[in-house]
């Protein structure tokens, strides 16, 4: 059984993951729990603007004096600027060094939200209510915050941990169903790299979890974050290599998402197709038999994710490939699996691999 609260453990910055399903209203007095300040803005954008407002009147309830700050939704609100607005909306508050500042939306407001917390008087607390899949299984989690350079998605940022998540799985049912399916390739990823029972799960209960009902939902959430939390606290900053296993597929991934031109194919269906490279990859290297890629592909078609490209130039894959921040003095650094629920980390493997599975996966359908 897995607890509905969980605990990431990093000493003075440990925080708790509180997961349930329809107790938004709950937010205020979790806040209120974890800080003594007076005053919090709520950082939303425009799509979960009911969500919002119930948050916001929880945290009135409990004491809190609150701003709304609504912003458009998309990739570009992960600005510069749009972090200047948001001081901005910090000083006109006007917001203490204990002003919490809440983040209620997907991975944009969260990596938004969590960098003007960061920054803002040397730091301000920060809680996490994630309203998508990906940000509640992932962005939520781990203190990555960031926004992008206008030539470097993500260069801009800092690591600060939240004093706490709160995730609410029944915000999920206004997701659109596209992003919904998205941040089930991330799910996958957990099983693939982390845990083979997570991964029969998601293959016995497919199509439970395809209509968001909510015990599954609430079950694969609840593991995926337990997952999270243990990778974090053993590599905080992405240092020692352990928390690099959660960028299974996202070498070839971000090559698709720039191929194909930013926001026409989302993340989490780029990071389909490039575990199937990933695993393809795995079995040339004699790594894993086939079934452990068949598998993978039979499940992300359920979740009617892509598993094969489409007619991309591969010289201009494998470049993008190169300059990947993950890379290391121009080497390409693989993520592969060994077997279902445990991967690691390939720094020798020849270009003429890659250009091999690219060559296959772009010609499969
Ligand atoms: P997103 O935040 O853009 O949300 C996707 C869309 O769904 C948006 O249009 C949003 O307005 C809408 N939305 C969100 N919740 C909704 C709800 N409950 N009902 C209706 N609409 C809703 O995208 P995302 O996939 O959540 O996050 C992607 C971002 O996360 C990227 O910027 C990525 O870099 C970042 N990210 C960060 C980390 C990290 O560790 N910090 C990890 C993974 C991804
Ligand atoms: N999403 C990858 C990480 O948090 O490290």
Wanted: aromatic letters at 6%.
């Amino acid at each position: 059984m897995i607890p509905s609260s969980l605990r990431v453990q990093l000493g003075e910055r440990s925080y708790d993951i509180a997961v349930n399903s329809k107790d938004l209203v709950g937010v205020g007095r979790f806040a209120r729990e974890r800080v003594n300040g007076t005053s919090a803005l709520i950082i939303a954008d425009t799509n979960v603007l009911a969500h919002a407002k119930i948050v916001e009147s929880s945290l009135s309830q409990d004491g809190f004096r609150v701003g709304l700050a609504v912003r458009p939704s998309g990739e570009a609100q992960k600005s510069l600027d749009v972090a200047k607005d948001l001081y901005d909306r910090l000083l006109d508050l006007p917001a203490d060094r204990r002003t919490l500042v809440v983040a209620v939306g997907g991975g944009v407001i969260g990596d938004l939200a969590g960098f003007v917390a960061a920054t803002y008087a040397r730091g301000l607390p920060l809680l996490m209510a994630p309203t998508t899949l990906l940000a509640m299984v992932d962005s939520s989690i781990g203190g990555k915050v960031a926004v992008n350079h206008p030539r470097a998605k993500n260069m801009i940022g800092v690591f600060h941990q939240p004093i706490g998540v709160w995730i609410d799985t029944s915000t999920l049912a206004t997701l659109p169903e596209r992003e919904y399916r998205s941040g089930l390739a991330e799910v996958v990823k957990y099983g693939v790299v982390l845990d083979p029972v997570l991964f029969e799960y998601l293959e016995k209960h497919s199509s439970d979890i395809l209509r968001r009902e909510p015990a599954a939902v609430g079950h694969i959430v609840r593991r995926c974050c337990e997952l999270k939390a243990r990778v974090v606290e053993q590599d905080e900053r992405d240092e020692s290599g352990s928390r690099a296993v959660l960028n299974y597929g996202h070498t070839f991934a971000h090559a698709f998402e720039a191929a194909a031109g930013y926001g026409a194919w989302l993340h989490g269906e780029a990071v389909a197709a490039g575990m199937v490279c990933a695993s393809r990859l795995a079995e040339r290297r004699g790594l894993v038999p086939a079934e452990v890629s068949e598998r993978q592909i039979r499940l992300l078609r359920a979740f009617g994710l892509p598993v094969s490209i489409e007619p991309w130039p591969i010289d201009q894959l494998l470049d993008a490939m190169r300059a990947d921040k993950k890379s290391l003095g121009g080497k390409m650094r693989y993520i592969l699996p060994r077997r279902l629920g445990a991967v690691a980390l390939f720094d020798d493997i020849p270009e003429a691999e890659a250009r091999a599975v690219l060559t296959d996966v772009r010609g499969a359908s």
